[in-house]
């Protein structure tokens, strides 16, 4: 989204934005920013809310701040790697609650709670979730939250693709649901605006969110004037800005269903409930190696399971692109040379 269109969602906004003071702002956000992100939540508490640059740095802030060497944690998987790359760098051992690929990508509770040790001190989760697009339900997450809450356990959740639910509920924020819960969010995925690289946590836990606060003075110490201006904008436009991300996803998703149902001999296609990405497994040998050739040949970039630590059988399909016909044509003119499959 350009700016103009952004600015233009207020009257006065581009007279603002233009007498915006170039200085540094709060350390945790501006109070209009944490304003209008807290009014997503039930809570609707501004010092709940910690304001970051981008998703990146709240989850690696997060786990230094509540892991220690020979900590053990439970990380949804597959996952975004530094949910469990950043534990394991700090020397907390990692153990994946595994999804099931041949089902839509649902973890299952039961195994969760054998998973949990004495040494256990956090459960992570990603919903709606990248790379399958499954989203919890209600009961499922209810279900995590009790275990989390019988253990006395921190509950991380990425939340990032919040409101992208399509053939699915909207479930409550799990900073709203437990006193220990963490929600990650971002404007990047269910808004369309990851350049302004806003990215925030909401928690109840007030001395949890002093510590994120005391680490992050020493990274980015806050973000900058202009994207938490334009962030704040956007947030009190949520719904408009979702729906345009809408938009362009729901066709997208139509024209990967019509693909899929073409190349039945190449990709097993379950079509994600929410988010922007999709898991299909690929049946023409290694998806890595069908990734590195797609690259390299056509110039369309997926990404394989390998990337995931979920073996070498799927490949990860992003459709929150407005070009995503011309990569599709990319693609199927690679498979037409016979490209797709090893030989």
Same mark, same amino acid.
């Given at each position: 989204?350009?700016?103009?269109?952004?600015?233009?969602?207020?009257?006065?906004?581009?007279?603002?934005?233009?007498?915006?003071?170039?200085?540094?702002?709060?350390?945790?956000?501006?109070?209009?920013?944490?304003?209008?992100?807290?009014?997503?939540?039930?809570?609707?508490?501004?010092?709940? !809310?910690?304001?970051?640059? $981008?998703?990146?740095?709240?989850?690696?802030? =997060?786990?230094?701040?509540?892991?220690?060497?020979?900590?053990?944690?439970?990380?949804?998987?597959?996952?975004?790697?530094?949910?469990?790359?950043?534990?394991?760098?700090?020397?907390?051992?990692?153990?994946?609650?595994?999804?099931? @690929?041949?089902?839509? +990508?649902?973890?299952?509770?039961?195994?969760?709670?054998?998973?949990?040790?004495?040494?256990? %001190?956090?459960?992570?989760?990603?919903?709606?979730?990248?790379?399958?697009?499954?989203?919890?339900?209600?009961?499922?997450?209810?279900?995590? !939250?009790? &275990?989390?809450?019988?253990?006395?356990?921190?509950?991380?959740? *990425?939340?990032?693709?919040?409101?992208?639910?399509?053939?699915?509920?909207?479930?409550?924020?799990?900073?709203?649901?437990?006193?220990?819960?963490?929600?990650? +969010?971002?404007?990047?995925?269910?808004?369309?605006?990851?350049?302004?690289?806003? $990215?925030?946590?909401?928690?109840? *836990?007030?001395?949890? @969110?002093?510590?994120?606060?005391?680490?992050?003075?020493?990274?980015?110490?806050?973000?900058?004037?202009?994207?938490?201006?334009?962030?704040?904008?956007?947030?009190?436009?949520?719904?408009?800005?979702?729906?345009?991300? %809408?938009?362009?996803?729901?066709?997208?998703?139509?024209?990967?269903?019509?693909?899929?149902? %073409?190349?039945?001999?190449?990709?097993?296609?379950?079509?994600?409930?929410?988010?922007?990405?999709?898991?299909?497994?690929?049946?023409? +040998?290694?998806?890595?190696? =069908?990734?590195?050739? @797609?690259?390299?040949?056509? $110039?369309?970039?997926?990404?394989?399971?390998? &990337?995931?630590?979920?073996? *070498?059988?799927?490949?990860?399909?992003?459709?929150?692109?407005?070009?995503?016909?011309?990569?599709?044509?990319?693609?199927?003119?690679?498979?037409?040379?016979?490209?797709?499959?090893?030989?």
């Amino acid at each position: 989204m350009p700016v103009r269109d952004l600015l233009a969602l207020e009257p006065d906004a581009t007279a603002r934005f233009e007498a915006l003071r170039i200085g540094y702002v709060d350390s945790r956000g501006t109070l209009e920013l944490r304003e209008a992100i807290a009014n997503l939540y039930d809570h609707r508490d501004a010092d709940a !809310v910690l304001v970051h640059a $981008g998703a990146q740095e709240p989850i690696f802030i =997060f786990m230094n701040a509540v892991l220690a060497p020979g900590d053990h944690v439970v990380v949804q998987s597959p996952a975004y790697q530094s949910q469990y790359s950043i534990p394991e760098a700090i020397g907390a051992e990692v153990t994946r609650w595994h999804s099931d @690929l041949s089902h839509e +990508g649902a973890p299952d509770p039961q195994e969760l709670e054998r998973l949990i040790r004495p040494s256990t %001190r956090a459960i992570v989760v990603t919903t709606p979730n990248n790379p399958t697009g499954f989203p919890f339900d209600r009961a499922l997450i209810k279900a995590v !939250v009790a &275990i989390a809450r019988r253990h006395g356990l921190w509950l991380f959740s *990425d939340e990032i693709y919040r409101g992208l639910e399509r053939e699915a509920e909207l479930i409550p924020a799990v900073c709203d649901l437990y006193e220990r819960g963490v929600s990650l +969010g971002g404007l990047s995925k269910a808004y369309g605006l990851a350049g302004l690289r806003v $990215g925030w946590i909401a928690t109840r *836990d007030r001395a949890l @969110l002093d510590r994120i606060a005391m680490y992050k003075d020493y990274l980015t110490i806050c973000n900058s004037a202009p994207s938490e201006f334009l962030g704040a904008l956007a947030l009190r436009h949520n719904d408009a800005l979702v729906e345009r991300v %809408r938009r362009i996803v729901e066709p997208n998703l139509d024209r990967l269903d019509e693909f899929f149902s %073409r190349r039945r001999e190449l990709f097993k296609w379950q079509r994600p409930r929410a988010g922007t990405t999709g898991f299909p497994r690929y049946l023409g +040998g290694s998806s890595e190696a =069908f990734c590195a050739r @797609l690259a390299e040949r056509a $110039g369309v970039l997926l990404l394989p399971s390998t &990337i995931y630590d979920a073996g *070498d059988e799927h490949v990860r399909f992003g459709y929150g692109r407005v070009d995503l016909p011309e990569a599709l044509a990319a693609l199927e003119a690679f498979i037409n040379r016979g490209e797709a499959r090893e030989r």
